[in-house]
């Protein structure tokens, strides 16, 4: 199992409207795109309404999880299914208006870190490489 999982979900929880045509997308994206190492898996998972406050909307992860090798082991091409990703998000936000938020899971310690955002056609790329980068850190 590796120890980092970078997560690319849909920002918000109102997606009623909008979960069948994205998670269609997301998994003919993932069936579609040739992987550096293993594809993504595609996320729809909503909370019980029994968990939320009255007039809230259940916690809804709908994106991806995709598994990071860990630090030191990377391929020379790790990244570019990274970009894939963002770059996959930018056109789901000009189809369907939504953005998207980038981040890290350490599976280990189950710190979770929001990387960046897609609110636009076109992610910065830079910024998310930059993050990841800088973001959660393996510890012996």
Known sequence: MSRHTLYAYVDGADLSDVAEPIEQQL????????WSVLPPTVINQRAPESTTHAGD??????????????????????????????RHLGRLHARFRRDFV?????????????????E?????LRKLRDAIGTGITSTP
């Open 57 to 86: 909307f259940p916690d809804w992860d709908l994106g991806l999880n995709l598994a990071l090798p860990d630090r030191g082991a990377e391929g020379p091409d790790w990244f570019r299914d990274v970009e894939m990703i963002a």
């Open 102 to 118: 980038i981040g890290i899971c350490d599976n280990v310690t189950g710190l979770v870190e929001d990387l960046c955002f897609v």
């Open 27 to 34: 998994q003919l994206f993932v069936d579609g795109a040739q």
């Open 120 to 124: 636009s056609e076109i992610p910065d």
